[in-house]
């Protein structure tokens, strides 16, 4: 997996130098970067690299859990710990137990969670809410915002959790800072959707990639990806060529054949190509719609 994501990604070389060895060592290991810049992708890559991979992977995101229910799903909970608990369940940490649990967006992780999870990570042991002190052997991988370290110096995060859980740090650059990337993980990205789509991959127009590379991608490898498959599903042929969106040109008078042509295809991608339901949209008929799709190149 990490070959495949090297690949796709000649630029992150440096930025994963050592994480074969890392991932051996089995130890906690930080990928810090913005999201959608391929962290929970190195993280499976760290557990398939570990003698580990033969168990169980289990990620947790303390971000679309309750603060207040966090503690009760990282280390479960037994029958009548709190009112309405009327069976034992399992936690995250029992059920990645022999495996790799993966913490993502840890800087979300409760403050008042962060003590247990300090020692659970220190001493190999935790309680679940209302039963017995037990041990674990689990593996930790967190996922962070490349603000954390800051989040660490105002006292939003605990020191010493940051620090014991980054024993190996690792940076993944945004998508602006490796356009050099954009061929190779274009061509990636559309044989997986290809794929998806029961399609032969097609090749990517030199006319998009010249706007691509000059684009800021705040949306990351979620953006890329969106942009070439709202692109494969309108094309009919063997080329895609995606529009650049509007707020990468926010300086430059664009003409009105352009923005509709743009629109026609944002109508389409919505609609998942069906015409009839473009047309409706964009308040013309269907026969008017096939004639500017006819007009502007789309097939």
Known sequence: ????LLAASPSLTSALAGLERAAAADVPILVLGEPATGRSRVARAIHQLSDRRGGPLVEVDPGVVPATLFESELFGHRAGAFTGAT???????????????????????????????????????YAPLGGDEQQTNVRFVALGSADLPTRVESGAFRADLYYRLGVFVYVLPPLRERLADLPSLCAALLTDLAG?????????????????????????????????????????????????????????????????????????????GHQGRAAEILGISRKALWQKRKRHGIR
């Open 196 to 272: 998806r789509l029961g399609r032969p991959r097609p090749r990517l127009a030199a006319a998009a990639l010249d706007w691509m590379q000059r684009h800021h991608w705040p949306g990351n490898l979620r953006e890329l990806r969106n942009t070439l498959e709202r692109a494969l599903i309108v094309s009919g042929g063997d080329e895609v060529n995606p529009a650049p969106p509007v707020a990468s040109q926010p300086h430059v008078p664009r003409s009105l054949a352009a923005v509709e042509r743009e629109q026609i295809l944002v109508a389409l991608a919505h609609t998942r």
């Open 1 to 4: 997996m990490l070959d495949e």
């Open 87 to 125: 069976e034992s369940v399992a936690g995250r940490v029992d059920r990645a137990e022999g495996g790799t649990l993966v913490l993502d967006h840890v800087e979300e992780l409760p403050l008042t969670a962060q003590p247990k999870l300090l020692r659970l990570l220190a001493e190999r042991t």
